[in-house]
């Protein structure tokens, strides 16, 4: 039986035509696929071999390239600042609260923890929502965290694909060499958080409800989460509203990933947005004054010792993350700026009522020349200088009135005056700086180096110098003790003229310090009578006493041996003086005034430490008799209103000091535990009080000092004990300090001098 072919179906003209071209068709599209396919198969390729630019190594991927701020921490654990070009703080992830990886996970990538860094269902669903105009991002947790880490996103769409597929293989390099929760905490380190310059969860935290990471609420971490994708748009300061609808469908997501329950979703959604907003700003905070002179004693330190990162490229103390551990006490140096505040606001009204209704013109020397030295040192006269503008253009600016800012002790004020105005009104400011350190550790707990760091960056605990005054006196009776003087001897009270290379000196004494017939040597330092510390520096000559100070740790330019040493005619800083005051506390030894313990980088590595030195500047006798001495000034002398007014009757050692025209006010005091200096005075020597009674250290530096010891003591926690006296030396001490004791053996060295004819 033939085999017959079965009938081939009928094809009109038409389709016969119509067939070739469909096969044809059909193959041009598959080649097309394919051709795409393998074009960005050898795109992907070629961004894999760097082709388009190098890929993050694994050494890149342990050290990221991010703009770290460097952290000053307090020795109680308090962060006193930081030091940034963004302001950026690491977080561990076991700081973090739960309610900000659960917004984050429910908002930017619900199956984090099912991909490998890619999530591919992810990515064919967002091609479909796009494809229908629903516009959607598809970047998981680790890939917005390469982009964040390595690069800007690109605008150029070309660019941007090759970037994408960057981001791909860094994310699945990031998955194969960190963990979730280490991805988690990076990626929540590098957020840009918009405004203020805040970058990372940590800085967020603080900056807009001023709190750690760990204490944020399900509404406060849902707000800050919001902000991820559009830290502008969803500004809670800018954009209220915007931010409160975004901070509720965060919430929402919350709920639905059954991170919360619809009604804790709903109770948190009915919240107000509750914002504590504190900007950072290094203007502000504590210790401002000290932050600036740490940050260029670090640097200095970093450069002088050679010490650089693992590439050989130096240390950014704005961007390398370093941890900054000082000795700074954060709740003294609370306490001290607080002091500063109370009294120097009641300070400057007496100042200011002072001078009302005189001519400063006519009663400051060369008042003329300090303001028009003023207008040559201002911002406002550089930048017209700059403009290219006439001395006379100047001038006549300075006397046109302007909108400018003003400090005052109630807070920067806005105003519209002359500038010239303005300069003459600072000049009126006066100053004041505070330090206090513990003087057997040198450890220094308290740093305010002037009225605001906003209007006034000099520092006047360190880099400023100012005459010293009677603080000076006890350098001199130190010598004198340690030559077997005791503090009861009798000296009388009348003139003495020192001659030096035939000029001779003779120190002035006011009518009512002179109306004794003799003072012994503590009533006379308490009192501070010129006379009799002159005869002291007659006695001991300034020689001997140049070299006590300079072992002491003052080494002023100007510190030469003259007589009028004893009335502090050098110039010397707080910080100096401070430190040589605490040699009298801890029995004679000067230990280095120290406030930086320790530098370590982002990884907890010490780059450098501090050990503070020690020198034995006095015997310990002399300096236990000293403490005996300075308690006098203030049981008896020019430091009384410390007990009478303020109460403070424990063991204290102090000295006030003022200067000629009552220029500079000071008072030191010692504890065992505690040596602080204080020092009030305006920038220029000229501007001062016309009268001792108010320009006197008793009335400008005593009572910060006192606010500043009752706040301290009021605070147990701190360890500095009210009632603890002065230890006398172990092997005892051979020099009278019982007045009524020494006397009689005075009386009985008389009797027996008389005897033997002498």
């Known amino acids: 039986m033939r085999y017959k072919e079965p009938d081939k179906p009928y094809l009109s ?32 390729a070629a961004v894999a071999f760097q082709f388009f630019g190098k890929l993050p190594s694994f050494r890149d991927l342990e050290n990221p390239k991010s703009n770290l701020a460097s952290e000053i921490w307090s020795e109680d654990k308090q962060q006193l600042g930081t030091y940034y070009v963004q302001n950026r703080s690491n977080v561990n992830y076991n700081e973090l609260s739960p309610n900000v990886v659960h917004a984050l996970i429910a908002t930017e990538d619900t199956r984090f923890y099912d991909h490998s860094g890619i999530d591919f269902r992810r990515v064919f669903s967002i091609i479909f929502y796009n494809l229908i105009g629903k516009k959607q ?116 997501r919350m709920a639905d990933e059954n991170f919360l329950s619809e009604g804790q979703a709903t109770e948190e959604g009915a919240k107000p947005l509750g914002l504590n907003f504190k900007p950072i700003d290094n203007n502000d905070g504590l210790a401002t004054y000290f932050r600036a002179v740490l940050k260029k004693d670090v640097q200095k330190t970093l450069a002088d010792q050679a010490i650089t990162k693992a590439d050989g490229t130096p240390y950014d103390l704005d961007r390398d993350g370093l941890k900054i551990y000082t000795t700074i006490n954060y709740q003294m140096q609370d306490y001290a700026e607080q002091a500063q505040r109370e009294y120097m606001r009641a300070l400057q009204v007496q100042f200011n009522n002072h001078w009302r209704g005189h001519s400063l013109w006519k009663e400051i020397d060369h008042f003329k020349d300090i303001l028009d030295q003023g207008m040559r040192r201002s911002d406002r006269y550089r930048m017209l200088k700059q403009d290219g503008k006439s001395d006379e253009e100047i001038r006549s600016d300075f006397n046109t009135p302007s909108k400018m800012d003003l400090f005052t002790w109630r807070g920067t004020i806005d105003t519209t005056m002359k500038p010239i105005d303005s300069i003459v009104y600072t000049k009126l400011i006066l100053r004041n700086a505070i330090m206090s350190m513990d003087p057997t550790t040198g450890y220094i707990k308290a740093w305010v180096g002037g009225d605001n760091f906003e209007h006034f960056k000099y520092d006047q605990v360190k880099m400023g110098t100012r005459q010293v005054g009677s603080t000076a006196k006890p350098f001199t009776y130190a010598v004198a003790i340690e030559n077997g003087m005791s503090p009861c001897m009798e000296v009388p009270v009348e003139p003495v003229t020192i001659v030096t290379d035939g000029k001779a000196w003779t120190p002035y004494s006011p009518p009512k310090d002179n109306i004794y017939s003799s003072l012994s040597l503590r009533k006379a330092l ?25 072992k002491m740790g003052v080494n002023s330019p100007n510190l030469q041996p003259y007589p009028s040493i004893v009335l502090g005619t050098f110039d010397a800083s707080v910080f ?63 430091g009384w209103r410390l007990r009478s007014k303020y109460g403070l009757t424990n063991p204290i050692g102090g000295k006030t000091g003022t200067t000629q025209n009552n220029s500079d006010g000071w008072f030191i005091g010692i504890t065992p ?12 020597m000229q501007i001062h009080f016309r009268s001792t009674d108010l320009g006197e250290g008793a009335n400008t530096a005593l009572p910060i000092f006192a606010l500043y010891m009752k706040k301290v003591y009021a605070n147990q926690s701190l360890g500095i004990k009210k009632n603890v006296d002065f230890d006398p030396p172990k092997n005892g001490v051979s020099i009278t300090m019982d007045c009524g004791a020494y006397n009689q053996q005075q009386q009985q060295k008389t009797e027996v001098d008389k005897q033997l004819g002498f």
């Open 576 to 638: 100096d003086m401070t430190a040589a005051y605490s040699v009298f506390a801890n029995h004679g030894a000067w230990t280095e005034p120290t406030y930086l313990l320790r530098v370590e980088d982002k990884n907890g590595n010490v780059l450098f430490d501090r050990k503070p030195r020690v020198v034995v500047a006095m015997n310990e006798q002399t300096a236990y008799v000293m403490t005996y001495m300075l308690k006098g000034v203030i049981q008896e002398g020019t």
């Open 526 to 550: 308490a009192i501070s009578h010129n006379w009799i510390a002159a005869n002291m520096m007659q006695v001991v000559g300034p020689t001997a006493v140049v070299n006590l100070i300079k």
């Open 137 to 252: 991002g598809g970047s998981t947790i680790t890939q917005q965290l390469a982009l964040n880490l390595f690069s800007e996103r690109a605008h150029n769409p070309f660019k941007r694909i090759i970037q994408k597929m960057q981001e791909w293989i860094t994310a699945v390099k990031i998955e194969r060499n960190y963990t979730k929760e280490e991805i988690l905490t990076m990626y929540l380190n590098t957020v840009d958080f918009g405004a203020y310059n805040t970058f990372g969860i940590k800085s967020a935290a603080k900056t807009y409800f001023n709190v750690t990471p760990a204490q944020l609420t399900p509404s406060q971490a849902a707000l800050l989460v919001g902000m991820v994708n559009g830290p502008g748009i969803y500004s809670p300061i800018n954009h209220p509203e915007n931010a409160l609808k975004r901070r509720n469908f965060v919430l929402k």
């Open 13 to 44: 003209p038409k389709n016969k035509a119509t067939e070739p071209n469909f096969r044809r068709y059909n193959i041009t599209f598959w080649k097309l696929i394919a051709g795409v396919f393998f074009f960005f198969v050898l795109l992907f």
């Open 673 to 684: 535990q505690l040596a602080t200096g204080v020092w009030t005075g305006c920038e220029d």
